[in-house]
């Protein structure tokens, strides 16, 4: 039977297209709001709580909407010689001869885990996990990634197989320490900047959003960074 797991996994290109379409449509419908309200005596107070409460409703609905259907229940089973990726929301079955992986990477960045597998034919196989619409599942993905990298070293060991290589992520490379420096730096000069203004831009709090997940990526790679 094998080590079997069962996840949520994110359909990356349904969750772009509802995400895309959901904004336009909740842009949309704003404008036709305005629209319909501007011959009304409406002050700008109520118009703001028109907008806010369009906005909140709106987003939350997106949220539930992309959480239901970028989703996709599946059943991953790790044999001694063999990956099953069973889709039961699809009624799909996938199977992948471990001797046939050639390398595999595994990465988490801002809390999704995502495991991509190269095999010898070429092609290429993801297995995805949104943290902010399927979270909640990190741990038991990486016992999957686990047991899949102690069937794999058997496998081999076994087979006298061509070694399967693990591929490293961008944080566990030297490159990410060389980049972090002038990333520093350029945070540095944004702030002194930002305090020389009179008004705080949206796009300086999005700056440090980003060299957040960039450092917080980076220190989380760092035993891996360090192994030889």
Do not use: C
Request: proline share 2%.
């Amino acid at each position: 039977m094998g080590n079997q797991f069962y996840f949520i996994l994110t359909n990356r290109i349904k969750l772009a297209g509802l995400m895309i379409g959901g904004l336009l449509l909740l842009m949309f419908g704003l404008k036709t709001v305005d629209t319909l309200t501007a011959p009304l005596a409406v002050s700008k107070t109520v118009k703001l709580l028109v907008f806010l409460v369009w906005m909140a409703g709106g987003l939350y609905l997106l949220y539930r909407l992309s959480k239901k259907f970028s989703g996709e229940a599946a059943l991953i089973t790790i044999s001694s010689d063999k990956l099953v990726i069973a889709r039961s929301d699809a009624g799909t079955e996938k199977q992948i001869l471990l001797a046939s992986i050639t390398a595999y990477r595994h990465s988490t960045y801002n809390s999704d885990d995502i495991l991509r597998l190269k095999m010898r034919d070429g092609t290429r196989t993801s297995l995805v996990i949104s943290d902010f619409f399927h979270g909640g599942q990190s741990l038991h993905f990486a016992a999957m990634v686990t047991a899949l990298e102690t069937a794999v070293a058997e496998q081999l060991r076994l087979n006298e197989q061509p070694v399967t290589l693990r591929e490293k992520t961008l944080f566990e490379k030297p490159i990410s320490t060389v980049l972090l420096g002038p990333f520093a730096a350029l945070m540095v000069w944004m702030t002194w900047a930002q305090m020389h203004r009179l008004h705080t831009s949206g796009s300086f709090f999005s700056a440090w959003g980003i060299f957040s997940a960039y450092l917080v990526a980076w220190i989380a790679a760092r035993e891996r960074r360090n192994e030889k």
